[in-house]
DNA sequence: CATTTCTACTGTATCGTTACAGATTGCATT
DNA sequence: AATGCAATCTGTAACGATACAGTAGAAATG
């Protein structure tokens, strides 16, 4: 089915209209094979003005080195794997990772493929094959958790990768995080200045990493501004209509809150459904300040006082470190931890 | 930087850690690697009971065959590129179509590689450049137009592609589409069901094929249930910003419609803003009905009469047919179009 | 018995690239 | 004149898989 450049038999004349090869260059130029291949990486024993020479044809030909065989013959296959976890999606979250990451990827013969995976079952799997087949140079991995066995086999296979998250185990390695600390600390900040003192969250799952954050932020909040928790048995990753009818059972007890902070935006949507559907007016009767990843919450209800993560900017970041890792670059170097922004929501 | 599975000179003695390879099944079976090849591919001239112990020490083995060395040999990449605008994402519609193309892909060898584009910039860029590299079997794309220039090139080039979309210039490609005349039939049917005469249309930019479905599906629907059409200037491509000062302004006037028709899920939401600014309710002041790929719009208000498109099922079904095409089934079996589903938003 | 035919298997070349071990040339050093 | 030594360039082999053109042996044919 595939056109296979195999332009005549002994002396090899390159046609015209077959994609270049290194053969191409070499026969236009009548230098070796392996010349052109060293002048085009512009290794120290070639002349400048071949160098120079081949750069051109090569350019004129619209030359792009076979990726097949690079990856044949060098093992490195020029790609990242994106391991995204498909259940956890309903917003845009990871379209916006994967957009930042090839913002990046772009500049570079890197390509990104994603390997997609349910997170109710072995989350192990991906990595593993990406490892077994070495279909990767590099790896970017999310939901984080605090000794997370991902973690520790790409490290200790040597591959590279970089994490949406944080581990807590001594592990170093490259991540980006969303100072989710600060995040909780501010959002209780924030509404007790608007006088509330019983304060719920919506938590993320326990076992993620972010969770010990979200957790310390949230009490050392509590703390110094002087609030109390109302406590919410439910999380970020529970379906959206048991968190609407949880909320809405809460809001219409006897002990209700008077605030909510809220750890994902797409919870925040059935939080604020469960407000409603209890009577309860965001504003008057309590506030609720929530994380989101794309900015739709204050679409919804102009009232929610809502903290951006910017995860396109993460996959911006997460793409650089995987590269700089793949280039040698310490792991300690590689870490990043961007802070919450507060857009006004005034409108 | 890469262990290579060099394992002795002469005889090559297969090591025991390295991934093996059909050199290494032909060694533990004593065939030829032509032979382990052949009896792998089940070929007509291999015994039956060699082949069965070859595929035994295979599962074995865990042998995967080699992509770079199939790609090179065979020009077989076994990648489905999905093209991907990258600005026309707030909601996760193309997470939701990666999802469901992956679903479709994880019983294949296929891998799926994500190349996005700025609609701003030269559409034809990113198909081009997988056209000129061979850097994938088959290629998605969406955001299709009547005589969509990419559909050309691909089909000239005999590249297996499916388009979210439909062409209208005599191309005969695989598809998937949304019924989007049935859906602004139907959405027009609904609004003038309540009561509703006077009715607004959020439409698609008029460069995109569906521009037309929809006009065509809301001016029947006009037609056959007596309503009328009061314009909006502005269409879903716009800023939700523009989008909400456009219909704030449309609805403070005089001859504010009672009714919209909005094409799609994240304009919807800038159109509920729109209509609250006015002061409007929905419900009281007017109906809106709108197409979602998220089911989204009722937890913001459950009064938004919404239609489902399943993108999700869109993703596979045009990974089906990218590979049906890559198998060689004539693109005329590989055209689906999807109905609008109208979920009682009565919970 | 010689010849053909079929079955089952195998060696070699090749895809495009790069690592490695030369090869050639000119020029300075002894 | 012989030697050493940079500076440049090049041929060969190999990565793993498969297309192709065989080969060996058994069975069928005349």
Redesign the pocket.
């Known amino acids: 089915m595939e056109n296979?450049?195999?332009?005549g038999?002994a002396a090899?004349t390159p046609a015209a209209r077959?994609?270049?090869?290194?053969?191409?260059?070499?026969f236009m130029?009548?230098?070796?094979?392996?010349?052109?291949?060293?002048?085009?990486?512009d290794?120290?024993?070639?002349?400048?003005?071949?160098?120079e020479r081949v750069r051109m044809v090569a350019r004129q030909l619209g030359?792009?080195?076979?990726?097949?065989?690079?990856?044949?013959?060098?093992?490195?296959t020029n790609v990242i794997a994106l391991v995204l976890s498909i259940d956890e999606e309903i917003m845009g979250f990871s379209s916006q990772m994967v957009f930042g990451i090839s913002e990046v990827l772009s500049g570079t013969p890197y390509h990104i493929v994603i390997t997609p995976h349910s997170h109710s079952k072995d989350p192990m799997l991906p990595v593993r094959y990406i490892l077994d087949t070495g279909s990767a140079d590099g790896v970017i991995i999310s939901r984080i958790e605090p000794d997370d066995p991902r973690v520790r086999l790409l490290s200790e296979r040597g591959m590279p990768f970089a994490t949406h998250g944080r581990t807590d185990a001594g592990l170093t390695h490259p991540f980006h995080d969303f100072d989710n600390e600060a995040f909780a600390h501010q959002a209780v900040e924030k509404l007790v200045k608007r006088g509330r003192r019983r304060i719920a969250l919506l938590q993320p799952p326990s076992k993620l990493t972010y969770y010990a954050h979200i957790r310390i932020g949230f009490q050392t909040g509590l703390h110094d501004y002087g609030a109390e928790e109302v406590p919410l048995r439910v999380n970020t990753d529970a379906p959206l209509a048991d968190i609407r009818d949880i909320v809405e059972v809460m809001m219409r007890s006897a002990n209700a809150p008077d605030g909510i902070v809220c750890s994902a935006g797409s919870a925040a949507i059935a939080v604020n459904a469960g407000i409603e559907a209890a009577g309860k007016a965001l504003g008057r009767d309590l506030d609720m300040v929530s994380k989101q990843s794309v900015p739709i919450l204050n679409w919804i209800r102009p009232e929610i006082i809502t903290a951006q993560e910017d995860v396109r900017q993460a996959g911006r970041e997460m793409a650089k470190a995987v590269i700089a890792r793949i280039d040698g670059v310490e792991p300690e170097l590689l870490q990043s931890v961007s802070q919450p922004t507060w857009p006004e929501s005034g409108r």
């Open positions: 296979k450049g195999n332009f038999n090899s077959e994609r270049p090869t290194l053969k191409t260059i070499a130029t009548g230098l070796g094979v392996t010349t052109v291949s060293r002048a085009l990486k290794a120290p024993d070639i002349g400048a003005e071949t160098k030359y792009q080195p076979n990726r097949a065989g690079v990856r044949l013959r060098t093992g490195k």
